[in-house]
């Protein structure tokens, strides 16, 4: 393949770089870092990624619903035609999770607040190892 090949291939698969970008930038904040608001934002950034993720690779470009109407009765669907409905279902559900994790992960980050005066991991960790 030419160079001029693997540039076309890049630039078709345009929206795959922009999830792998995604959650490089995720995972970069939960890793590198100190500030736990930061870190829950990037935990954020990296599940809104992946399910991205998930609902681009299950579309088709022509298809379409898989919804039959009562003329449709006792004829065969060609699946060939019509989208999976349940990575979408599935990635919902995904939203509800990731919406009640970052509930959770921000209640739990507000309770170190009120009981160190800090969101600082450094400064967290000497103030536990105090007491």
Known sequence: MTT???INLIIAKYNYWIYIVLMCIGLW?????RNL????????ILQTAIILFYVSIATK???TLPILGHHDAGHFV??????NPLPHVLMLTAIVVSV????VALALAMKIYNRYDTLEEDEIHARVRES
């Open 4 to 6: 001029a090949g693997y």
């Open 29 to 33: 904040a939960m890793i590198a870092k």
């Open 37 to 44: 608001i930061k870190k829950i934002i990037g935990m954020n």
């Open 61 to 63: 470009k022509g298809a």
């Open 78 to 83: 060609d699946y060939a035609t019509v989208i």
């Open 100 to 103: 009640a994790t970052l509930g």
